[in-house]
T-cell receptor
Framework: DGGITQSPKYLFRKEGQNVTLSCEQN?????MYWYRQDPGQGLRLIYY???????QKGDIAEGYSVSREKKESFPLTVTSAQKNPTAFYLC????????????FGAGTRLSVL | GDSVTQMEGPVTLSEEAFLTINCTYT??????LFWYVQYPGEGLQLLLK?????DKGSNKGFEATYRKETTSFHLEKGSVQVSDSAVYFC???????????FGTGTSLTVIP
């Protein structure tokens, strides 16, 4: 089945620790996105990538980093600089960005120990 | 800039009631409009979309019409079921950029 796989489903971070969230897609989509969702709020864009080896900051990129070495993979690292990382993180992809439909993974819930 | 404003929830309805969730947008170009649904603990799923003015998107009994004159894309369903309980997000994608803009979501609970 084609789709987007996020792992792990739940993740815990200690103070001062970097953690990496995985996002893999087998839809052959060019564009990939990371969003953060806080309770009662909409989705806020962290980073997006329209092509391999290129990515752009979204609205709340501070304290996060990404890489796009392969078309199917777009991992997100939550660094120790992100002081309030507890949230639900959603990865999405689309054929080529712009007006295309975005398809979402099941999400990773990150909590701070 | 582009944005979406969605009616605040939570909304609680009895089974078979009529549902309306209001959504209005601001956009500089000619956006496409979407409704997504999120079930507890899951990602978002596309519910329906419309790509130009007067288009009607429909799926699973839900409908929404792209109204350029009122910059609206209200979600409606004639008879809700318990299984429709979820959070609904209105969104737009703009042809002037590469982003989606999401509303804050409306939580719907349908009681038997």
């Amino acid at each position: 089945d084609g789709g987007i796989t996020q792992s792990p489903k739940y993740l815990f971070r200690k103070e001062g620790q970097n953690v990496t969230l995985s996002c893999e897609q087998n839809l052959n989509h060019d564009a990939m996105y990371w969003y953060r969702q806080d309770p009662g709020q909409g989705l806020r864009l962290i980073y997006y990538s329209q092509i391999v080896n290129d990515f752009q900051k979204g609205d709340i990129a501070e304290g996060y980093s990404v890489s796009r070495e392969k078309k199917e993979s777009f991992p997100l690292t939550v660094t120790s600089a992100q002081k309030n990382p507890t949230a639900f993180y959603l990865c999405a992809s689309s054929v080529s960005g712009g007006l295309d439909i975005q398809y979402f993974g099941a999400g990773t819930r990150l909590s701070v120990l | 800039g582009d944005s979406v404003t969605q009616m605040e929830g939570p909304v609680t309805l009895s089974e078979e009631a009529f549902l309306t969730i209001n959504c209005t947008y601001t956009a500089t170009g000619y956006p496409s409009l979407f409704w997504y649904v999120q079930y507890p603990g899951e990602g978002l799923q596309l519910l329906l979309k419309a790509t130009k003015a007067d288009d009607k998107g429909s799926n699973k009994g839900f409908e929404a019409t792209y109204r350029k004159e009122t910059t609206s894309f209200h979600l409606e369903k004639g008879s809700v079921q318990v299984s429709d309980s979820a959070v609904y997000f209105c969104a737009l994608s703009s042809n002037t950029g590469n982003q989606f803009y999401f509303g804050t979501g409306t939580s719907l609970t349908v009681i038997p």
